[in-house]
């Protein structure tokens, strides 16, 4: 074996392969890219017919009138109320859940409480969509004597539902990432534990857990089923927490089977389609800032 | 005679990103010839090792200066494949690391890969490895189970007779007994001792008298440098150098 | 001191109230989907089309569509996935071509699914023509669920121990296939309960489906990817609210919610079990 030949090929091929995977990987990029590219081709031409501001701040949408009102304002206020109401119910469980998985609850329940999460973070969102509409809507209605209980209550309680696994499984992660020590320190100066985990552990995980709660609205305001099948579907500014919204996803949704292939219509769901990517977009380039750079100083900074 | 040196590094430095882990470091392995390499630890010995056979290729942000020279040509050259280095200098680890996979896999592994496919060959290879490990006898018959069935010696030999089954010129050594039973010790450094006939190997150790049983040369590195390199005898009876005197009679520090 | 202690306790009671709230949210859901539709799933409704315009019959071509779907999206994304991880785990680790790529994988993955739609709608069905269909559908799933098979595949391939690595360079085997025969195959189980939740993920999606790939109604299963099919979760949405038989057929939007979650929680099961046997199982 000692002829053994040594040959450049065997080095290029090496080259070739790992060009040929770091093309494939970037692939990621040139598809996210390819989604702007194709949400603008579609959506830009709305503003031929009306500008950006009207588009953005006008408060009627009448898509199928004559002559059509493309005022999304309606839409982003219903996607914003929805999913605030739905971080006051998904935040506090969320992260309170993640503080008894990762701090207080015993082996076995821990286990039983994260398969819980996970399976929850898997129910279709059709499936809380049906559900919201068949139990909690006609229970709102009867409860509160309303009109219809498809509502922003409904949609937020549904859509705390899809939240909370995003929320507590990426606060559960940054309470682990908690150094010992901390908490050793902690006891040692005679802290209780609940002292411990409000004083100490939590701030010490707080940009995981303002990753988590950011992760979880942007979760929120992309969701589309639930919001279609209980926020109600009226596009007007709403006045209470229980009348009825039309969230952007909800609208795209709901349309875009009926509108007329590159109409006015069509360009305006797609225009809408691009204020929501630039919205979810924002919110995760903010969680990601604020989780790198929690990476970067460590926890010596704290 | 002329003595014939397989391996020689000249003014090698080397770093771990900013940290400078060998400083000058000049030193010549003699061919068929056991070499060890003493010193406390953090002083650069497995870094050496490594730098031989460009493991150290694998740890991003490491700087290389001076120069290897494998039979007098320059590893570190742009047009040399690391992987054809490495076929000619084997490595033996710290830990036992077979691979997940069974006792004859294990051994057929990289010689099928490098291009062997005869299969009386391949069955002759393994027997022949295993032997020179001193592994046959006890293994013959289970040469299907899982390498991972082993005992942590045996795991050992095993890594060993991989390595032997390469055919490489040099093989390294990394504290190959630290992580073993005395039985096991003893059963490594006889399987050393048979293996020099046609191997130069190179062993890092911290056992002062395992260096000095079984290697004819030695070298000792304190802080990235090396300090002492001499035939073993002589640096275990008369060294030069005051400090590797007091390094080896535990007098250190 | 006994204030102190009080705080706690108020505080630990709004812990373990927190997590039975979950818990009974899942198991409320889980109860009441399964007891109201436990009785509509007969054979008959498995195994036929529907029928009497949807009112009756069967959800079989919905369950071929969803699996026609699913499958079609991991084709595409479980190589394109584990690639890209080979690739930032073993190639660039560090650098910026795999610092942009993450940013690249972390942005696909916050993309909302709607969009997913949009993009498919955009791109599959219309610029390349491929029409409502199958391909379209199932590339734009393949898509959607990239970022999870990556990230899955990522933490697979980290958890193989570099002494695996080391060894087999060490023996002068050349890096692809040290990757190919000794890497790659220690991930293998982490790989597979990656893509397998990534399938589960896909077979419940509903938006990015509905202007790509869902049919109202198909009476005949589907003969080529170029045809449009039914799927379970846009099947729901369809008896749920549109046309006017809603309360008539709530027995069978009942059976097929039941049928959707018994497929996709059974595969997140099937999962979660590898999982935690693999873990188990290691052997390093
Ligand atoms: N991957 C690495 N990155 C940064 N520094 C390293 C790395 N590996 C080793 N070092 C540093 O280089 C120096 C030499 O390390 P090396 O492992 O070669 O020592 P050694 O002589 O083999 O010690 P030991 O006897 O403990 O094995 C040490 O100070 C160590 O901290
Ligand atoms: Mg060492």
């Known amino acids: 074996m000692k002829n053994r030949k040594h040959s450049l090929t065997k080095h290029t091929k090496e ?10 990987a970037f692939l990621s990029v040139l598809l996210f890219g390819l989604i702007l590219v194709f949400l603008f081709r579609e959506g830009l031409p709305l503003f031929k017919q009306i500008s950006v501001t009207d588009f953005l701040f006008g408060t009627a949408w009448y898509p199928t009138y004559e002559p059509p009102e493309y005022g999304i304002w309606p839409l982003i ?13 998904a935040v506090p469980l969320g992260i309170l859940s993640a503080v008894y998985i990762a701090e207080i609850a015993p082996g076995g329940i821990k286990e039983i409480l994260k398969s819980v999460i996970e399976l929850l973070a898997g129910l279709p969102s059709v499936v809380l969509g049906f559900f919201g509409m068949v139990i909690v809507g006609p229970w709102l209605q009867e409860t509160f004597d309303l009109p219809t209980g498809l509502n922003i209550m409904n949609a937020a309680v549904m859509l705390a539902i899809m939240a909370i696994p995003t929320i507590s499984s990426i606060s559960e992660d940054a309470l682990y990432a908690v150094p010992r020590e901390f908490k050793e320190a902690s006891y040692a100066l005679g802290a209780t534990k609940y002292e411990t985990i409000i004083r100490v552990i939590i701030p010490a995980a707080l940009s995981g857990i303002s990753t988590a709660v950011i992760l979880g609205m942007a979760r929120a305001i992309g969701e589309t089923m639930v919001v279609l099948m209980v926020a109600g579907g009226a596009a007007a500014i709403p006045e209470s927490i229980f009348d009825a919204v039309r969230p952007m996803t909800a609208s795209i949704a709901a349309e875009m089977g009926e509108a007329p292939f590159r109409s006015g219509h069509y360009h305006a769901l797609f225009a809408t389609g691009i204020v929501l990517f630039v919205i979810t977009l924002a919110f995760n380039l903010i969680a990601d800032y604020i989780s790198n750079r929690f990476r970067e100083t460590g926890s010596g900074t704290l | 005679m002329e003595k014939d040196f397989i391996v020689r590094t000249k003014n090698v430095d080397f770093f771990y990103g900013a940290f400078r882990a060998l400083s000058d470091v000049t030193v010549d392995f003699e061919k068929n010839k056991v070499t060890a390499l003493i010193g406390p630890s953090g002083c650069g010995k497995s870094t050496l090792l490594r730098l031989l056979n460009r493991m150290n290729d694998l740890i991003d942000g490491t700087r290389v200066e001076g120069e290897i020279l494998l039979e007098g040509r320059n590893i570190y050259a742009p047009d040399v494949d690391p992987v054809e280095i490495r076929q000619r200098i084997g ?89 073993l039973d005395p039985i096991s010790t003893a059963k490594i450094e006889e399987l050393i001792d048979t293996l020099k006939k046609h191997y130069t190997i190179i062993i890092v150790t911290h056992n002062m008298q395992q260096a000095a049983r079984i290697s004819e040369y030695t070298g000792f590195f304190y802080l990235g440098k090396l300090i002492e390199f001499n035939a073993t005898e002589k640096i275990f009876t008369n060294p030069d150098v005051k400090q590797t005197e007091d390094y080896i009679t535990g007098r250190f520090g | 001191m006994r204030s102190r202690y009080f705080k706690q306790r108020l505080f630990f009671g709004a812990v373990r109230l927190s997590a039975l709230v979950i818990t009974l949210a899942l198991l409320g859901i889980l109860a009441y989907i399964l007891a109201h539709g436990f009785r509509a799933i007969t054979w008959e409704f498995l195994t036929q089309s529907p029928t009497d315009s949807m009112t009756k019959g069967g959800i079989m071509p919905a369950i071929v569509g969803t699996l026609y779907l699913t499958v079609g999206a991991i084709l595409v994304a479980l190589p394109l996935g584990v690639v890209s991880a080979i690739f930032l785990t073993e190639y660039a680790k560090q650098g910026a071509l795999s610092r942009i790529i993450r940013v690249g994988v972390n942005c696909l993955a916050g993309v909302p699914s709607v969009v997913f739609g ?112 039914m799927a379970l979760p846009y099947h729901i949405y369809v008896l749920a609210t549109a046309g006017t038989h809603i309360e008539e057929t709530r027995p069978l939007q009942y059976g097929t919610v039941l049928v959707l979650i018994a497929l996709v929680l059974g595969i997140d099961l099937i999962a979660i079990i590898m999982r935690s046997m693999f873990r188990r199982n290691k052997r390093w």
């Open chain 1, 77 to 89: 206020v219903g996607s914003l109320a929805v999913t605030f109401f739905a971080c006051l119910i």
């Open chain 2, 91 to 179: 490595m033996v680890f710290q830990k036992p690391n077979p691979f997940p996979k069974s006792i004859y896999n294990n051994i057929t592994y990289a010689p099928k890969l490098s291009g062997i496919v005869d299969s009386e060959e391949i069955e002759a290879l393994v027997e022949e490895s295993l032997r020179q490990a001193v592994l046959w006898d006890e293994v013959k018959d289970i040469l299907t189970k899982s390498a991972m069935t082993l005992s942590g010696g045996q795991q050992q030999r095993l890594c060993i007779a991989r390595a032997l089954a390469m055919k490489p010129d040099v093989i390294l050594m990394d504290e190959p007994s630290s992580a």
């Open chain 3, 118 to 229: 949009l993009f498919g709608l955009g791109f599959f069905v219309v610029f390349l023509k491929f029409g409502s269909s199958i391909l379209a559908g199932a590339l734009t799933l393949g898509i959607l669920i990239l970022p999870t098979i990556i990230g899955a595949a990522e933490e697979a391939l980290k958890a193989v121990p570099q002494t695996f690595r080391e060894a087999s360079l060490a023996l002068g085997v050349s890096k692809w296939n040290t990757i190919f025969r000794i890497v790659l195959p220690s991930a293998l189980p982490g790989i597979l309960t990656g893509a397998i939740l990534g399938v589960g993920r896909a077979a419940g999606e509903t938006a990015p489906i509905m202007f790509t790939a869902a049919a109202f109604f198909t009476a005949v299963l589907p003969k080529s990817i170029f045809d449009e099919v």
């Open chain 1, 15 to 24: 080259i070739a392969i790992r060009n040929l995977f770091g093309f494939f």
